[in-house]
């Protein structure tokens, strides 16, 4: 069974900064596009960036500039990245993969989500 393991989530300063790392576990094949999602409390879920198997990146507008999304494969993870964090990305972050289980099978997987909460 294959799982999104997240970690990095927690009480950050404002100015902070801010490394979230995600890593499946379990038995599969390969992954394909990584990506990172937030929720914050009250508001609807939006994609912050997503990365390809290439390494290829991409990232909502309200974003950009501001996030960095980065991968691992030798790892077979992904991580999002922020130096210089705002109250406004208090949220909670979840983690998103296609990942090949089998050859004839690709699987959307979702973690946990992580709470991060930034304050003064």
């Known amino acids: 069974q294959v799982q999104l393991v997240e970690s990095g989530g927690g009480l950050v300063q404002a100015g902070g900064s801010l490394r979230l790392s995600c890593a499946p576990s379990g038995t599969f094949v390969s992954i394909n596009t990584m990506a990172w999602y937030r929720q914050a409390p009250g508001k609807q879920g939006e994609l912050v960036a997503s990365?390809?198997?290439?390494?290829?990146?991409n990232y909502a507008d309200s974003v950009k500039g501001r996030f960095t999304i980065s991968r691992d494969n030798a790892k077979n993870a992904v991580y999002l990245q922020r130096n210089s964090l705002n109250r406004e990305d208090t949220a909670v972050y979840s983690c998103?993969?296609?990942?090949?289980?089998?050859?004839?099978?690709?699987?959307?997987?979702w973690g946990q989500g992580t709470q991060v909460t930034v304050a003064s």
């Open positions: 998103n993969a296609n990942i090949r289980i089998v050859s004839w099978a690709v699987q959307v997987y």
């Open positions: 990365i390809t198997s290439a390494d290829s990146p």
